[in-house]
């Protein structure tokens, strides 16, 4: 009995389905006599007052400083609670290893800004440029 109702379902749904695509159907567009507009030059803006602009390395060079100040803080503190600490209390090694991984950023950055400057070096002193070999300005 099932199976006959089953494909009595079957059979009206397939009898509908056509009926059912034509109020579906979407109007086909003949897409060779659509015309695209040409593109339009946007009038040229009139300028106002110069506005400072942001480079990526004034950018990196703020956010570096202002990391390497938050770790010296971190530094500070974590050697107050070495301090603060007892000989036998657990936590110290983990101090420890918290502090050698700061100290270790301290010094991959300090390391990375002095290769910073090799190619300003090495122009300077091979290529005669005097302007590359100026120091910069102290940043932290």
Excluded at 30 to 53: C, F, L, N, W, Y
Excluded at 61 to 71: C, E, F, T, V, Y
Excluded at 75 to 93: N, T
Aim: charged share 25%; glycine share 4%; net charge neutral.
């Amino acid at each position: 009995m099932t199976l006959q109702r089953l494909f009595c379902v079957s059979v009206a749904v397939l009898t509908a389905a056509p009926a059912l695509a034509e109020q579906h159907k979407k109007p086909m567009v003949d897409m060779q006599s659509v015309t695209i507009p040409a593109h339009q030059e946007a009038a040229p803006k009139t300028r106002g007052p110069a506005q400072p602009a942001l480079t990526l390395d004034s950018f990196r060079s703020q956010r570096q400083g202002k990391i390497q100040a938050l770790i010296d803080q971190q530094i500070v503190h974590l050697q107050r609670m070495i301090k603060l600490s007892s000989a036998d209390d657990p936590q110290v090694p983990d101090y420890y290893f918290r502090l050698g991984e700061l100290l270790t950023e301290k010094y991959r950055y300090w390391n990375n800004r002095a290769r910073e400057l090799d190619e300003a070096i090495y122009r300077a002193e091979h290529g005669g440029d005097t302007r590359a070999a100026a120091p910069e300005p102290q940043q932290h």
